[in-house]
């Protein structure tokens, strides 16, 4: 059977998702809704900003691991590579949910926290930090930083 390495699915997955928000970002700065008010950031410039930041962080990555693409031992079997991409959906479809749900500050770190033990993080109590501590650094950036409201979630406003 064909083994794929893992790094390349990881790697194309999210050159494609960098690639995907960049294209929005570049599409939503062309044709701006006469009926939004935008601050200097604008929801466009934010998006490209961060697009490019995930495209380079991406590339570097590879970069680093380049030399694991044709290792045996780092590859998956097409069936195993399916099966991760489906369950990283799956909590990735999850976390959608719930930031309508019940919010992005009490979604994310829930999210994180899967994430992180998914990847590899051993402990439920070091995936908690930093989870915790990557939430709050988001919050930082985008709600302090950029000034954007994030969902607050229907069920927290009953």
């Known amino acids: 059977m064909n083994s ?20 929005e970002g570049i599409y939503i700065m062309s044709k701006p809704d006469p009926f939004a008010m935008y601050d200097r950031i604008g929801p466009g ?3 490209i900003f961060l ?3 995930l495209m380079g962080a991406v590339i570097a990555y590879l970069i680093q691991y380049r030399h694991t693409f044709n290792d045996a031992a780092q590859g998956l079997s097409w069936q195993g590579t399916k099966g991760r991409l489906g369950q990283v959906t799956g909590l990735i479809a999850s976390y ?18 899967f994430i ?36 607050d979630g229907w069920l927290l406003n009953l």
């Open 4 to 23: 794929i390495p893992l790094i390349a699915v990881e790697g194309v997955v999210l050159l494609g998702l960098s690639v995907i928000g960049l294209i």
């Open 45 to 47: 410039r934010s998006l």
């Open 51 to 53: 697009s490019l930041i």
């Open 96 to 113: 959608v949910f719930l930031s309508d749900v019940i919010g992005f500050v009490y979604a994310t770190p829930l999210f994180l926290c």
């Open 116 to 151: 992180f033990r998914f990847l590899g993080v051993e402990s439920w109590l070091k995936s908690a930090i930093l989870s915790i501590i990557l939430s709050f650094l988001t919050y930082l950036v985008f709600v302090r930083g950029f000034h954007m409201e994030l969902p």
